[in-house]
């Protein structure tokens, strides 16, 4: 079963810049009340859409320079990147239909 991979300034470019699947972004701290509510649904997309995406998660405390770059402002925030560009952003929890009809979009 497919688990979000852990990203990281280190194994970032591999995963957003070279991989061919599209990669499903939560952007998240710890102490994110909304962050730790969307987790189960997040993980359970990790487990039922790939192989058609990749999913990963930023803690933003530990990443700081990730958030960063990508000017994360609220947290969560869900972004599609796929061999480097940005697909697609938003910001907030999605009950889990609507995160799965948001992916579809993108499929």
């Not at 995406?53 to 990443?63: P, S, V």
């Not at 402002?73 to 239909?97: C, D, E, N, Y």
Request: contains cysteine; charged residues 15%; neutral net charge.
């Amino acid at each position: 079963m497919a688990v979000p991979l852990e990203l990281t300034s280190a194994n970032f470019a591999a995963h957003a810049e070279k991989a061919e699947l599209p990669l499903v972004i939560d952007f998240w701290a710890s102490w994110c009340g909304p962050c730790r509510s969307f987790a189960p649904v997040f993980n359970q997309a990790a487990a039922e859409l790939e192989p058609r995406f990749r999913f990963g998660k930023i803690d933003t405390e530990q990443q700081q320079a990730l958030a960063a770059r990508f000017a994360i402002r609220s947290i969560p925030t869900l972004m599609v990147i796929k061999q480097g560009s940005i697909l697609a952003q938003q910001a907030g929890a999605l009950p889990k239909a609507q995160f799965y009809q948001w992916l579809n979009t993108l499929a």
